[in-house]
């Protein structure tokens, strides 16, 4: 599965973006997909992920700021990001996992077993 990651930028802390995960010529609706991030010098971090039947699970550090949602009908997945922190500057990454098997889906929500990859956003939050 090919996956575009778009929406990346420069934003003042307490703004707001979104970021886009497309999936040209690809059907996304079996497929649980989720957000990562990498900010310098850190590992990649588990972020958000929604699962093929439309469960959510955003991680602490996002949670109440981030919401992931989906359109199956537009094969895109998206992260609403708001109340922007200097600390979630990183290059963000969109996955997905295409088993709907029932081990698969709450490893993927867990953010583990991810096949297929995006190229990152860079997103930049000033203070």
């Known amino acids: 599965v090919q996956l575009q990651a778009s929406g990346g930028g420069l934003v003042q802390a307490g703004g707001s973006l979104r970021l886009d995960c497309a999936a040209p010529g690809r059907t996304i609706s079996s497929l649980t997909m989720a957000w990562f991030r990498r900010a310098p010098e850190k590992e990649r971090e588990f972020v958000a992920a929604?699962?093929?039947?439309?469960?959510?699970y955003i991680s602490d550090p996002a949670k109440g700021r981030f919401t992931i949602s989906r359109d199956n009908a537009k094969n895109t997945m998206y992260l609403l990001m708001n109340s922007l922190k200097p600390e979630d500057t990183a290059v963000y990454y969109c996955?997905?996992?295409?088993?709907?098997?029932?081990?698969?889906?709450?490893?993927?929500?867990?953010?583990?077993?991810?096949?297929?990859w995006g190229q990152g956003t860079q997103v930049t939050v000033s203070s």
């Open positions: 929604i699962s093929w039947s439309g469960r959510t």
């Open positions: 996955a997905a996992i295409g088993s709907t098997g029932t081990l698969a889906t709450a490893q993927a929500m867990r953010g583990r077993g991810y096949d297929n």
